[in-house]
């Protein structure tokens, strides 16, 4: 087997690359506007209920009006998944790998469909969309990989006349639950790990990005995946969320999403309801509000241009976006206009347009938060940039930065999810330090220094589940970056690395008497 490497992203300097994207576009046009089911057992099934996905650069725009399932639905979906998984807990894993690396041959040869498709109904500029599909591919690659590795088990050890052996076995249903805005990569990577280590599968995608999710059942499907092993139930958090967390045949829950919603799953999997035999897991990945540390013996552009990238690309909207900077305050002014100069320059518009760096936010609710936080900042600092939107025919926010403000001000500890970025002073390293570990997250973090003693000292003191030095804070990648927070950023599940499948599994230990 050829070794894992990631999938490397499209050079758009390229033309034949730009028309590879445009002709993904055009596959994407061809389709928008079309009705999708649920998927149940195999079962397509088209209810009168839709959620309108609609292009978040144009709101005129629907990309899809896709079925909601309701409670019997995802009663029916469970039943589908409990049969699925009493021949899929048995299959072969190599089998399952099999499928996983099908998965990714199918999405590679429709990467820029994929691609364009996110721009639409995500928002995503070219190269954001291009790197979420990519990591969709790399984690079908690397999980695969990784089952492969574990599918014997660890070693153990046997006294004479004893045989030992160590094991993993899946654990049950798994409900699935992913965020819209690493639309594809996140739904993927979240659905294929209980997948591939023997679970089934019932995926709700967010309302925001449901097609996308649509389209990758397509894929599993075309992969050889048996009927009932991932069904898709897309639907309303109201009708059918709690129902699923708490269904007694529920094994384990994987989430990604905002700290509220995380919260209040984790709790109620903690009831044992009437019938249930085990314990859920709960996979909880949550927010962030990460910041850049940047430091008296730093090289200042080099901060500037990974503020720049880390705070506004995809619109500031990732979980590891910078929305922190402390500075030493011997290097503040300067940094600080380095940054300004850098987002003056920066382009926001339709996201499906190659020249923009930024497009729209998410929805109208996303848009609304992000202004009522441009006020708090106005009040708590200083607007340095943007500050302003655009909401004629999408919703558009102007990058913005604000200054002056304290680290303990409303807008540095509370996650924004847009592109804003807040500056504050330190009096020295230490400080700097401590307040950058001032906030309830512990997502992701970057440190800009040429001192490596101070570096040491933050790889000891930054408490976040991703530490960088001298580079951004966002854009991890699979198999080289495994992803997961601290403190109220989550369960720390470390998606992309070697420790992430077996939170999937259940170790078994046999012993014999020879
Ligand atoms: N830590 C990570 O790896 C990571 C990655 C991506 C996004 N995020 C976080 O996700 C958030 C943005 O995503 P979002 O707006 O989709 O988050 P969200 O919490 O609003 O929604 C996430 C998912 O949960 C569903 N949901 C909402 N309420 C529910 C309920 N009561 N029961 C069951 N499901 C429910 C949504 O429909 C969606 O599918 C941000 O806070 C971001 O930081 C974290
Ligand atoms: N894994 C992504 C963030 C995912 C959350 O939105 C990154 O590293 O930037």
């Known amino acids: 087997m050829i070794p ?35 998927i149940v057992g195999g079962e397509r099934i088209f209810t009168e209920d839709k959620t309108r996905s609609y292009n978040p650069s144009n709101v005129e725009e629907t990309v899809g009006l896709v079925s909601k399932a309701n409670k019997e639905h995802a009663e029916k979906a469970m039943e589908a998944a409990k049969e699925a998984f009493k021949t899929w807990r048995d299959t072969d894993p190599s089998v399952r790998a ?103 599968v019932l995926l709700k995608p967010s309302s925001k990005t449901p097609v996308i999710a649509y389209k990758f059942m397509e894929v599993l499907e075309e992969a050889g995946l048996p009927k009932g ?29 905002s700290r509220d919603v995380g919260v209040s799953i984790y709790e109620r999997a903690a009831k044992v309801h009437k019938g249930q035999n085990h314990l859920k897991r709960v996979i909880a990945e949550m927010g962030g509000k990460d910041t850049i540390v940047v430091d008296s013996e730093g090289d200042l552009d080099l901060a500037a241009d990974s503020i720049v990238q880390s705070a506004f690309g995809f619109s500031g909207q990732k979980c590891s976006a910078c929305s922190r900077v402390i500075a030493v305050e011997s290097v503040y002014d300067e940094l600080l206009e380095k940054v300004v100069e850098r987002t003056e320059k920066l382009t926001v518009g339709d996201s499906t347009d190659h020249e923009n760096y930024m497009g729209p936010v998410i929805d109208e609710n996303s848009l609304n938060k992000i202004k009522k936080y441009i006020e708090i900042g106005k009040k708590e600092g200083r607007i340095v940039a943007g500050g302003t939107t655009d909401e004629e025919k999408g919703h558009f926010v102007h990058p913005t930065v604000i200054a002056d403000l304290k680290h ?57 589940g991703n530490l960088y030095f001298n580079r951004g804070c966002t854009g991890a990648i699979v198999g080289y970056q495994p992803f997961g927070g601290f403190k109220m950023s989550g369960t720390d599940s470390k998606a992309g690395g070697p420790d992430y499948l077996v939170l999937h599994l259940q170790g078994r230990t046999t012993s014999e008497m020879l």
Request: no cysteine; hydrophobic share 35%.
């Open 229 to 257: 092993v991932v069904n898709y139930i897309p639907g309303s958090s109201s009708e059918i969320g709690d129902f699923l967390i708490d269904h007694k045949d529920t094994s384990l829950i994987s989430f990604t999403g």
């Open 408 to 464: 303990n001000d409303r807008v540095m500890q509370e996650e924004i999810f847009g592109p804003v970025v807040g500056f504050s002073k330190a009096k020295d390293y230490d400080e700097a330090l401590e307040f950058a570990n001032d906030t309830d997250y512990g997502l992701t973090g970057a440190v800009i220094s040429n001192n490596r003693e101070k570096l040491e000292q933050a790889r000891r003191n930054f408490l976040v």
């Open 98 to 200: 099999d499928v996983l690396f099908r998965a990714a041959a199918i999405t590679r040869r429709r990467k820029h469909e994929f691609s364009a498709l996110l721009s639409k109904e995500g928002g995503k500029p070219w190269k954001e969309a291009d790197a979420d599909t990519a990591e969709a591919i790399d984690f079908m690659e690397y999980y695969a990989r990784q089952m492969l590795e574990l599918k014997d088990g660890k070693k153990i050890e046997s006294r004479p006349g004893e045989y030992n052996k160590f094991n993993y076995l899946p654990i049950g249903v798994s409900v699935v639950i992913s965020p819209w805005n690493f639309a594809f990569a996140i739904m993927a990577g979240t659905t294929v790990a209980p997948v591939v280590t023997g679970n089934t």
């Open 4 to 38: 894992y490497k990631h999938e490397p992203f499209t050079d758009f300097t390229k033309e034949e690359n730009k028309a590879a994207y445009l002709e993904g576009l055009k596959t994407v046009e061809g389709y928008l506007g079309k009705e999708y089911p649920i």
